[in-house]
């Protein structure tokens, strides 16, 4: 993990904007040769993987959304652990981490004449049963998710992350009867390079784009380590080559099944590599 990841820590001002709005934008962390070589590995994945789901349904002009694209381009391997991004995500969730779920989104504008399947979008919380299993109000955090921006979603027509903001710590949004969207839901505007952080309790959509450029976002998702992977994390191929605490975040438990839930040092690499240039008072228990 490079050392330059420490002048990117989370800022207080980033944590209060996290904390109480549930998502926080963090700008200008991909470079445009990065972009290039990431976009064109994008198009690669949506190339391979398009035909398979069209054979399963999904139309021309639907976004294609591609779990565990991580093992399929070095490039994609690169951002998680981004010397930009990386300490913000250690700074919220504390060193106890693993990447439990990748995801690309491809949203090609909507074909011309295209019918609106309903007026309202697709608000909900990420990661399913995690919020119906476990009792308590409000949820708890567990994981969060960066999105890699690769294509410019600054106008409000293409596509956009949409969020409700602050509503992390609502179990339940309440939405108008007439079907419209809730009235406090805003586009969220993020250039080619962004960053955009959120928290998997805030309620969030997809949305539609009804411009004519194609909109392109890679998610990393984070998370305790003893929360079971949301996909496959077909990442044994750069186990070998890769640095511990990258072991760490591609699931690497040495110590097994029990290492997941009490970890020593040897299953937590990311906590000695910052207590060594921190010190161990600096770490979260
Ligand atoms: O396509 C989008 O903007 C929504 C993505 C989403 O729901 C997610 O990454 O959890
Ligand atoms: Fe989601």
């Known amino acids: 993990?490079?050392?330059?990841?420490?002048?990117?820590?989370?800022?207080?001002?980033?944590?209060?904007?996290?904390?109480?709005?549930?998502?926080?934008?963090?700008?200008?962390?991909?470079?445009?040769?990065?972009?290039?070589?990431?976009?064109?590995?994008?198009?690669?994945?949506?190339?391979?993987?398009?035909?398979?789901?069209?054979?399963?349904?999904?139309?021309?002009?639907?976004?294609?959304?591609?779990?565990?694209?991580?093992?399929?381009?070095?490039?994609?391997?690169?951002?998680?652990?981004?010397?930009?991004?990386?300490?913000?995500?250690?700074?919220i969730l504390g060193w106890h981490i693993q990447l439990y779920h990748s995801h690309i989104i491809v949203t090609p504008p909507r074909p011309k004449g295209y019918q609106l399947s309903g007026k309202r979008l697709g608000w909900?919380?990420?990661?399913?049963?995690l919020n119906i299993d476990i009792e308590s109000n409000p949820r708890p955090r567990i994981s969060l998710k960066v999105g890699f921006f690769l294509t410019d979603t600054t106008p409000t027509d293409r596509g956009n992350f949409h969020v409700i903001p602050g509503s992390h710590l609502s179990n339940k949004v309440e939405f108008p009867e007439d079907g419209a969207d809730h009235p406090d839901a805003i586009p969220v505007q993020a250039a080619p390079g962004d960053a955009v952080f959120f928290d998997r309790r805030l309620w969030h959509a997809a949305g539609r784009n009804v411009s004519d450029v194609t909109r392109?976002?890679?998610?990393?998702?984070?998370?305790?380590?003893?929360?079971?992977?949301?996909?496959?994390?077909?990442?044994?191929?750069?186990?070998?080559?890769?640095?511990p605490v990258r072991q760490q975040l591609l699931g690497a438990s040495p110590n097994g099944?029990?290492?997941?839930?009490?970890?020593?040092?040897?299953?937590?690499?990311?906590k000695s590599w910052l207590s060594e240039r921190l010190g161990e008072e600096a770490l979260a228990p």
């Open 1 to 91: 993990m490079d050392d330059s990841s420490l002048e990117h820590r989370l800022s207080a001002k980033e944590r209060s904007q996290f904390e109480n709005e549930g998502f926080l934008i963090v700008r200008n962390v991909l470079g445009r040769e990065q972009l290039e070589v990431l976009e064109k590995a994008a198009n690669k994945v949506e190339r391979e993987w398009r035909p398979h789901y069209a054979e399963r349904g999904l139309q021309e002009g639907q976004a294609l959304n591609h779990l565990d694209f991580i093992g399929q381009d070095e490039s994609f391997l690169e951002l998680i652990d981004h010397p930009k991004t990386f300490m913000k995500v250690v700074d």
């Open 124 to 129: 909900h919380q990420d990661s399913g049963r």
């Open 216 to 243: 392109k976002v890679l998610f990393y998702g984070y998370s305790y380590r003893w929360l079971k992977p949301r996909d496959n994390m077909t990442v044994d191929h750069y186990m070998a080559s890769a640095d």
């Open 257 to 270: 099944g029990f290492g997941f839930t009490s970890p020593v040092d040897e299953d937590v690499p990311l």
